[in-house]
């Protein structure tokens, strides 16, 4: 087999949805089906391959993103398992990042969940084609047609079913498919350790018409990306099934459509066909296209084609803390190969390491491998300087690949070791949890001296104390959970500043005068550079960026960062002699605090996207007390015998929800939620809030034009 024969058998996807959506079962199947496992881990047990942490076990949820390598029909596919819940939602990003397709799981009876919206949104992030498979199609309430409709409207897709389900709920027992035209039925009883057999028969005579319908539906979806196909129809042709998924291949890889498949991963059925979907219509790292990034001493844009024979690069998406091995980096490689033992350049750092081992991943399982070749995904041991989004080659200034964005942190908790002796340990943990979880955030207030811990969410910050109590085995004691406010402005002005300090040999000089104005919510820093006539020279502009930059970091009400602010740089003046880098960005700045101080600054809060799901006899007490909680209610919905609650909830209120709600509801409803946005916080709930650290802000000044 030559080595672009060996890369496009290769098919790198993640497993991703809405929590509780089945992903972790999902693949527990895969890998029995594909003879990696030799019996099926069950989630609720706590057997699961792929959920190895003890917290994943306890909880019964996925908490960080696990890969392993599998094979179907001679082709090798490795996967990562992600998590569902949204304090976890990096460990998708991250992951979305190096894959080249995803399988995104829909629950048949909840559908389209506000976390299926956020991982989908990630998915367009990047590219990335995906299949939907509709899981859960036994319980009572799956709805198949319902969730297609509900991933056209919600989604925005173009969603394609390839199969027709044969029964729903308890009756369901297999599907029709519709590329090949055959059914796909399955026992009434399975030996759960062995899967659930399957056989391949006839269309049943009822759902023939119905079948040949939706194929022809299909089809149609299919004739207008090939002329092929629309020729055949409009000959009233048999269209041979090669050419659909010929054809279904392409407009998949291209990200035009997404075939649809159906099934129960908990009771074996139809989890072969995602196998078949998988490799017949995701791309491998052959079909996507060549990976972007730009050099790293000239910052001009590169490509890098998937190609073996060129220079080794990779991409670090993950790095772990492994009481065996040490620090364990996650790899993708692009290009080129790489084998154990070589010397390699960290380009984003420009520092030189040496590869120690290369590891095969399964799940908490390593085994070692001589070499890493293009398209595969692979751990790295002995690399020191190291952190996640850094670019490895085998040739200094080769590439710096695009890093990987992470959002900000919404939830912070005072920590304090218990003793002394784990003072020390306690600063060392921090560290390593910090390079293994971008999302979580240490600092040292200035003022109280306590070391603060930052994260996504209540459980985020929970999981991060048990692995520090246990994991670690450092004693610490934690304070309750306080929201991570951030400050920006509602009006325009100008700041200026003049830097002049005279010393006995040269002084320094700097004068610079921007403006300040907010933009849309959530589009964090916008620099524009509006000089005329050379006033500041070129090569100081980046450092006046730098100096505005540092000022936001601080806010001017109560220290915290600033966002969503445009600053234009409009004027200044320089000398000769005296003008440096250093004394342009302490001159940025002081202009930037002064033009924050006369911008209106305000203290925004994280408003939280909620959707509850509660029995009709329970909304009214709901929403009342989700009102009594500021909250807004955007929507309701009815399904079957639930309400569905949409609203938008400061995450302030939310403290404490959870008990709250199973009270009202007798333990019957539950809960959603994911950060929406940062709202301005009312001025007397501000003060109330931030206590002393609060500064009221001064009356509101619009600059003059």
Not at 57 to 64: A, K, N, S, Y
Not at 69 to 88: A, K, L, M, Q, Y
Not at 584 to 609: C, R
């Amino acid at each position: 087999m030559t080595a672009l024969e060996e890369i496009k058998i290769i098919r790198n996807i993640g497993i991703i949805a809405h929590i509780d959506a089945g992903k972790t079962t999902t693949t527990e199947r895969i890998l029995y089906y594909t003879g990696r496992n030799y019996k099926m881990g069950e989630v609720h047990e706590g057997t699961a391959t792929m959920d190895w942490m003890i917290q994943e076990q306890e909880r019964g949820i996925t908490i960080t993103s696990a890969a392993t390598t599998c094979s179907w029909r001679s082709f090798e596919i490795n996967i990562i398992d992600t998590p569902g819940h949204v304090d976890f939602t990096a460990e998708v990003e991250r992951s979305l990042r190096v894959l080249d397709g995803a399988v995104v799981i829909f629950c048949a009876v909840a559908g389209v969940q506000p976390q299926s919206e956020t991982v989908w949104r990630q998915a367009n992030k990047y590219h990335v084609p995906r299949i939907a498979f509709v899981n859960k199609m036994d319980r009572p309430g799956a709805n198949f047609s319902r969730v297609v409709k509900q991933i056209k409207e919600r989604l925005g897709s173009r969603p394609v079913p390839i199969v027709l389900p044969i029964g729903a709920e308890e009756k369901f027992s297999g599907f029709i498919d519709l590329v090949e035209m055959n059914a796909h039925v399955w026992a009434e009883t399975a030996d759960s350790d062995k899967g659930s057999k399957f056989q391949i028969c006839p269309i049943p005579e009822e759902l023939l018409g119905k079948a040949k319908e939706l194929r022809g539906s299909l089809l149609e979806t299919l004739s207008s990306y090939n002329d092929e196909i629309l020729e055949a129809l409009l000959d009233d042709k048999e269209v041979p099934v090669s050419l659909v998924k010929k054809v279904l291949r392409e407009v998949t890889v291209k990200g035009t459509v997404v075939p649809v498949l159906c099934g129960s991963a908990f009771k074996n059925k139809g989890v072969q066909a995602i196998l078949d979907a998988v490799v017949d219509y995701l791309p491998s790292p052959l079909d996507v296209p060549p990976i972007k990034g730009f050099h790293p001493r000239t910052n001009a844009p590169l490509e890098l084609p998937p190609d073996p024979a060129a220079p080794f690069s990779a991409l670090v998406f993950k790095i772990a803390t492994d009481p065996h091995v040490g620090k364990l980096a996650f790899l993708r490689v692009y290009s080129g190969s790489i084998s154990s033992g070589t010397q390699i350049f960290n380009s984003t750092r420009g520092e030189k390491e040496r590869l120690g081992r290369i590891l095969q991943l399964h799940a908490n399982q390593r085994q070692d491998i001589t070499m890493a070749k293009t398209g595969r995904i692979v751990g790295a041991v002995g690399l020191k300087k190291i952190a996640t989004g850094d670019t490895l080659t085998s040739q200094p200034e080769l590439i710096v690949l695009e890093k990987i964005t992470f959002p900000d942190t919404v939830i912070s908790v005072a920590i304090e070791p218990a003793t002394q002796a784990d003072f020390n340990k306690l600063a060392i943990v921090l560290n390593s949890l910090q390079e293994e979880d971008p999302t979580f955030k240490v600092k040292v207030d200035s003022e109280t001296g306590e070391t603060i811990i930052a994260g996504m969410g209540e459980l985020h910050l929970d999981i991060i104390v048990d692995r520090i109590t246990r994991e670690f085995g450092v004693k610490a004691h934690v304070g309750k959970p306080q929201v991570s406010y951030k400050e920006g402005i509602i009006g325009t002005a100008r700041g200026e500043y003049k830097h002049v300090k005279q010393t006995g040999g040269h002084g320094q000089y700097g004068h610079v005068v921007l403006e300040v104005q907010p933009i849309h919510r959530g589009k964090g820093f916008d620099f524009v550079n509006k000089l005329v006539g050379g006033s500041i020279p070129t090569q100081y502009v980046k450092s006046v960026e730098q100096g505005v930059k540092d000022a936001m970091n601080d806010g001017f009400l109560a220290g915290f960062p600033v966002v969503d602010v445009k600053v234009t740089l409009l004027d200044g003046s320089y000398h000769d002699v005296d003008s440096s880098d250093i004394a342009f960005k302490i001159a940025a700045f002081n202009a930037m605090k002064d033009g924050l101080s006369k911008a209106h600054p305000v203290i925004l809060e994280p408003v939280m996207k909620v959707e509850i799901e509660t029995p009709e006899g329970y909304m009214g007490d709901v929403i009342g007390n989700m009102q009594a909680r500021r909250g807004k209610i955007i929507n309701v919905e009815m399904r079957e015998e639930i309400r569905v609650i949409d609203c938008q909830t400061p995450l302030s209120e939310m403290f404490g929800y959870a008990t709250q709600l199973r009270s009202l509801s007798q333990g019957r409803a539950t809960y959603t939620m994911e950060v929406l946005c940062y709202d301005e916080l009312p001025e007397n709930l501000a003060e109330k809030a931030l206590g002393r650290n609060f500064r009221r802000p001064p009356a509101l000044q619009v600059a003059a034009g």
